[in-house]
């Protein structure tokens, strides 16, 4: 993982690259749209300069969410990066109902159009630009783990496939002398419109909380698992407070035999290994095993057939037996499928209470939020 301060710079660095190469290429359009009369050039044109100013954004955005944390904000300001793909993906729509709209009005009224070899050029040169922008920025945003770089080279790309179209509407203008510059203009604004859409719901989606990325967690779940005394992993919870800032917590499973002082030292190693990782840091809660005897195995072996034989259980962990007590606690995982998570607890319950007559059940129910299951 990059460190804040490489990861600030690389997306500041990339950013004006973008404006740059946005704003060279908005003059260039707009002055070669307005002298040939095509509304779509000059859409196109405008277009990148909204990129542009995404891009301006992007990095008053990455300033802000670099603000080490307080007393107010004692988990920082990394989530300021998914409010500024929120502001940029609205001037995105903004631009894209105001090329619609314009492009409409064309179409109502069309105007003569004409195309000079020099058009031509600067529409080439723009495409070739885009999809070298658009490769650049994606390829850095992936590296700097940055959703606002990575959307701003894939709409520098789809870009390039714009003014494509629009390359080829100008040679149907001139070899058949059909204008469909407004049409174009109109299926771009909506296109524009498409993808600020998209934007909203994804910055929207991290605000409220996405499911922890499969490969990541997988990961954790190894390393953790790799220790010498965990006898598994479960309940794996991330908290994203921005894209390099998250805060967690995981169970292992472990011998009820190790001491007080075992355990400590296991979790603080637990724990240093994936802050240095991974730049996470975990609470470890723990489980407390104990299948060694004959009769407990067989009420852990018998007790897990049953839940797994339930379609919407996907994973038992942490069976405690308490022998002395007459206790039988234990953790299920179960899909979002199942709604009335009260109902379908206290039925399972019944059930297994008429197999272990003897013993109380307790079960906490998890749900799949990123145990690998």
Do not use: W
Request: with cysteine.
């Amino acid at each position: 993982m990059l460190d804040g301060t490489s990861r600030e710079e690389n997306i500041i660095k990339t950013s004006i690259i973008g404006i740059i190469a946005n704003i060279i290429l908005t003059l260039f359009k707009i002055f070669v749209g307005t002298v040939s009369g095509s509304i779509a050039i000059v859409l196109d044109g405008v277009n990148n300069l909204s990129d542009a100013l995404s891009s301006v954004i992007t990095i008053i955005g990455m300033y802000l969410s670099s603000k080490p944390p307080n007393r107010k904000h004692p988990y920082g300001y990394g989530r300021i990066e998914y409010f500024t793909a929120l502001i940029i993906a609205a001037i995105i729509i903004t631009a894209g109902v105001e090329s619609f709209i314009e492009s409409v009005h064309k179409i109502i009224s069309p105007t003569n159009v004409s195309y000079s070899l020099i058009a031509f050029v600067i529409m080439i040169v723009a495409i070739i630009v885009k999809l070298l922008l658009g490769r650049y920025t994606v390829k850095k945003g992936e590296e700097n783990n940055s959703e606002s770089l990575i959307n701003s080279g894939k709409d520098a790309s789809f870009d390039a496939i714009v003014t494509t179209a629009t390359l080829i509407s100008a040679v149907i203008f001139i070899l058949f002398h059909i204008n469909l510059d407004g049409i174009l203009g109109a299926i771009i604004g909506i296109v524009i419109i498409k993808a600020g859409i998209e934007m909203i719901l994804d910055s929207l989606s991290e605000i409220l909380g996405k499911r922890v990325n499969e490969e990541l967690s997988e990961n954790i779940h190894k390393d953790v698992e790799k220790f010498d005394k965990v006898q598994g992993a479960y309940d794996l919870v991330l908290n994203n407070y921005g894209p390099e800032n998250y805060i967690g917590s995981i169970h292992i499973g472990v011998d009820e035999s190790l001491s007080g002082k075992e355990i400590y030292k296991l979790s603080r190693e637990i724990q240093g290994e994936i802050l240095k990782k991974y730049g996470i840091f975990l609470t470890i809660g723990i489980y407390a095993t104990n299948s060694k005897d004959p009769e407990t195995q067989e009420i852990i072996s018998s007790l897990s057939e049953i839940c797994l034989s339930k379609k919407n259980i996907h994973q038992v962990h942490g069976v405690y037996v308490d022998k002395e007590s007459n206790y039988i606690h234990f953790d299920i995982v179960v899909d979002f499928d199942v709604e009335d998570i009260n109902e379908y607890k206290e039925n399972l319950i019944n059930e297994l209470l008429n197999v272990f007559k003897d013993y109380k059940i307790s079960i906490i129910i998890d749900r799949s939020i990123s145990d690998i299951v």
